[in-house]
């Protein structure tokens, strides 16, 4: 296993710890406890993920997301000690793929970073897919085979969880999908009620189109029920 994770958390203690348990599993890890060092290795060196404290002296974990994904797409899942889930909802909104509170298991961050490395290798894998596989909608087009998606011809920048999201909604084209549904289909993982993942990346992915929320053409939300491509 060659995967290189970068983990970024101004707590030695918890990055030795982090660090103890990828090494042992087979993963190449480098560290950095600021913001600063965080952001020059992505500049310097190619990683495959991120663990990301929210904590940080210099600059907050959500500045640091945002500036990452400005260039970047592979995964980040976010550390955080607090249990406000509107963290949770920003911390997705800036591009996080995952969200984990302290004090965790370091068995579960491991399962955690193996789920977004499996997803992220599926989306940038290249392999033979039927020809069906594309929607085009109203100028919206997305191909399985390629994992692109364009807008009137121009490439949106999606990472793997939210091509995941739009090509499950056109897959569905004019069903209302729960947000249960995709969470449960996308995540793997049980729903539980209160869960604002699904609607944070929805947020996300529509301000990628320039698709309004109270008005939108693409992504639409049918309240109390879940989200449509029409």
């Given at each position: 296993?060659n995967?290189?994770?970068?983990?970024?958390?101004?707590?030695?203690?918890?990055?030795?710890?982090?660090?103890?348990?990828?090494?042992?599993?087979?993963?190449?890890?480098?560290?950095?406890?600021?913001?600063?060092?965080?952001?020059?290795?992505?500049?310097?060196?190619?990683?495959?993920?991120?663990?990301?404290?929210?904590?940080?002296?210099?600059?907050?974990?959500?500045?640091?997301?945002?500036?990452?994904?400005?260039?970047?797409?592979?995964?980040?899942?976010?550390?955080?000690?607090?249990?406000?889930?509107?963290?949770?909802?920003?911390?997705?909104?800036?591009?996080?793929?995952?969200?984990?509170?302290?004090?965790?298991?370091?068995?579960?961050?491991?399962?955690?970073?193996?789920?977004?490395?499996?997803?992220?290798?599926?989306?940038?894998?290249?392999?033979k897919?039927?020809?069906?596989?594309?929607?085009?909608?109203?100028?919206?087009?997305?191909?399985?085979?390629?994992?692109?998606?364009?807008?009137?011809?121009?490439?949106?920048?999606?990472?793997?969880?939210?091509?995941e999201?739009?090509?499950?909604?056109?897959?569905?084209?004019?069903?209302?999908?729960?947000?249960?549904?995709?969470?449960e289909?996308?995540?793997?993982?049980?729903?539980?009620?209160?869960?604002?993942?699904?609607?944070?990346?929805?947020?996300?992915?529509?301000?990628?189109?320039?698709?309004?929320?109270?008005?939108?053409?693409?992504?639409?939300?049918?309240?109390?029920?879940?989200y449509?491509?029409?």
């Amino acid at each position: 296993m060659n995967d290189k994770i970068i983990i970024v958390d101004d707590e030695k203690e918890i990055a030795d710890l982090l660090d103890l348990y990828l090494t042992n599993d087979g993963f190449s890890v480098s560290k950095a406890f600021n913001a600063k060092d965080a952001l020059d290795l992505v500049e310097a060196e190619n990683f495959d993920l991120m663990i990301l404290d929210i904590m940080l002296e210099d600059m907050d974990g959500f500045s640091v997301c945002k500036k990452i994904r400005d260039k970047h797409y592979f995964p980040i899942i976010m550390l955080t000690s607090r249990t406000d889930s509107n963290d949770k909802i920003l911390g997705l909104t800036m591009g996080a793929d995952d969200y984990i509170t302290k004090p965790f298991n370091p068995l579960e961050v491991i399962a955690r970073v193996k789920t977004q490395l499996r997803r992220s290798q599926k989306y940038n894998k290249t392999e033979k897919i039927k020809d069906d596989e594309t929607y085009d909608i109203r100028g919206l087009l997305i191909d399985k085979k390629s994992h692109k998606c364009f807008l009137y011809d121009k490439q949106i920048q999606l990472t793997p969880i939210e091509f995941e999201i739009i090509w499950y909604l056109c897959k569905n084209q004019g069903k209302v999908v729960s947000s249960e549904e995709l969470f449960e289909n996308i995540w793997k993982e049980k729903y539980l009620d209160n869960n604002n993942t699904v609607m944070a990346h929805i947020g996300r992915i529509r301000d990628k189109m320039n698709d309004s929320g109270r008005n939108p053409k693409f992504i639409k939300t049918v309240w109390g029920v879940g989200y449509e491509i029409e």
